[in-house]
C-alpha cells in the first residue's frame, strides 16, 4: 500500500496544474500559487507554455514533457524530485493526463513514495458534460478516438450498448469522419457539439448526431463531442463477439482468464456470469 499524506510530509513533491482551455482569467490562484513556488516547470510545448507564464509573469526553469519522450523525461522528473526539487506539470490546455501526456510520471512518482497533488481547475470534459443538457452522471469519457475508420468503428462498438453519457475529444479535420462511424455503430442519438470552450466564439450545438453531419463544414476548433448513452435494454445489445475478443486481450496482457472476465465485467456492466459461461462455452474463444 502506498498512503500518500500530502501536507504532512517534507517529500518532494510533482504537482499536477490545470491550465485554462481559452480564457486566460480562469488560472485559479492556487495555480498561480504552485507554480510560482516550484523549482520546475514540465510542459507539452515550452514555447506555448513560456507565453503563459509571461502572462503571469512567472519565471521558471521549463522542461519538455511529451508523448514522444514521456518515457526519458517521466525519469528526469523522478530524478529531479530525488534531488529535493518541487516539480509542476502542466499542458497546453486543460487538466494533465486527460488526453494529454503525464500517464507514465504520475506512475513513476507515486512508485517512488514522493507525492502527487492534485490542483483543481479547467477540464473541457466537465465544461461539455454539464452544460450539455444531457444526463450527467454516470459519464464515460473517452477521449480521442482511433484516426483509422476500421479501428475507430471497432472501438465504438465497445461503447455501443453502454447506457452512460459517454464524451469524446476530436480535432476539426476528423470532426465528420468520427461522427460518421458514431452514427453508423450508435444510431442517431442525441448529442452536444462543444466548441471554443471559455472563448469569445464559444459555442454549444445540441440537437442529434445527423443533424450535427448537416452543418460541420461552418465548423472549426477544437471539439468535445458528448453524445447519450443507450437507452434501450443495456444487455440485450451487447456484442458478445467483442466482449469475447476484449477478454482475450486482457488475457494476452498476462492476466489469467478468471481475472480477465472480472476485468471485462468491470469495464463494460456485463455481468461475470454471463461471460464466463460464453467463454466457456465458446469453441472458438481463442486464447482463452
Avoid at 504537482?15 to 520546475?40: C, F, H, K
Avoid at 453502454?162 to 442519438?189: N, Q, W
Avoid at 435494454?233 to 478468471?258: A, F, H, P, Q
Amino acid at each position: 500500500m502506498n498512503r500518500q499524506k500530502s501536507f504532512e510530509n517534507e517529500k518532494p513533491s510533482l504537482y499536477l496544474v490545470p491550465t485554462p482551455i481559452g480564457n486566460l482569467s480562469e488560472m485559479t490562484p492556487r495555480a498561480l500559487e504552485i507554480l510560482n513556488s516550484v523549482d520546475v516547470i514540465a510542459c507539452e510545448d515550452t514555447r506555448t507554455s513560456g507565453q503563459l507564464l509571461k502572462h503571469f509573469g512567472i519565471s521558471k526553469r521549463l522542461i519538455a514533457y511529451q508523448n514522444f519522450n514521456e518515457e526519458s523525461s517521466a525519469k528526469g522528473i523522478v530524478n529531479l524530485l530525488s534531488q529535493g526539487n518541487n516539480v509542476a506539470l502542466i499542458s497546453d490546455a486543460g487538466y494533465p493526463l486527460i488526453s494529454d501526456p503525464g500517464q507514465r510520471v504520475v506512475t513513476e512518482a507515486s512508485a517512488e513514495g514522493f507525492n502527487v497533488i492534485p490542483v483543481s481547475g479547467c477540464s473541457a470534459v466537465l465544461n461539455a458534460l454539464v452544460a450539455s443538457g444531457l444526463i450527467a452522471q454516470p459519464f464515460l469519457f473517452v477521449g480521442f478516438l482511433p484516426p483509422s475508420n476500421g479501428d475507430r468503428v471497432r472501438k465504438l462498438q465497445e461503447y455501443r450498448a453502454y447506457p452512460m453519457t459517454m464524451i469524446f475529444y476530436e480535432a476539426p479535420h476528423r470532426i465528420t469522419k468520427m461522427l460518421k462511424s458514431c452514427l453508423e455503430v450508435l444510431g442517431d442519438r442525441r448529442c452536444c457539439l462543444c466548441r471554443e470552450m471559455t472563448k469569445i466564439h464559444e459555442e454549444f450545438l445540441r440537437g442529434t448526431i445527423s443533424e450535427m453531419l448537416e452543418i460541420l463544414d461552418e465548423l472549426k476548433g477544437e471539439m468535445v463531442v458528448v453524445i447519450e448513452g443507450n437507452r434501450d435494454d443495456y444487455n440485450k445489445d451487447v456484442d458478445m463477439s467483442m466482449i469475447l475478443r476484449m477478454v482475450n486481450e486482457s488475457v494476452e496482457t498476462g492476466m489469467t482468464t478468471s481475472q480477465a472476465i472480472k476485468d471485462v465485467a468491470a469495464r463494460t456492466g456485463v455481468p461475470k456470469n454471463r461471460i464466463y459461461d460464453m467463454v466457456h462455452k465458446d469453441p472458438q474463444k481463442g486464447t482463452c
